[in-house]
């Protein structure tokens, strides 16, 4: 079962910015990244790398993300290995 926290994560979006087109993070619901590149998502907490999992069946598990780092997950409040101490990620998806 998904972490409650890994049910959303942040996508590079491009914006209109009086007329220049900038590259911002966006926070978005798993289902909506679905298909994204994988440098174009990230973990909301600790901006880390992260891999989205869809729904398989009906009956399982909703769209989620889980990080690609072990540390992520371990140093991480979204993190399924969460150890009490949260740090963003040592490489962080910029």
């Known amino acids: 079962m998904p972490h409650d926290l890994m049910l959303r994560c942040e996508q590079r979006r491009q914006f209109m910015v009086s007329g220049e087109a900038q590259w911002r993070w966006m ?54 290995d969460f150890g009490g101490e949260h740090r963003l990620s040592p490489r962080p998806i910029q």
């Open 27 to 80: 926070e978005v619901a798993v289902a909506d990244a679905v298909g994204a590149a994988p440098g174009s998502i990230r973990c909301v907490h600790c901006h880390g790398a992260v891999r989205i999992h869809e729904r398989q069946v009906e009956h399982g598990p909703q769209d989620h993300v889980e990080h690609r780092a072990r540390q992520d997950a371990e140093f991480c409040k979204g993190g399924i």
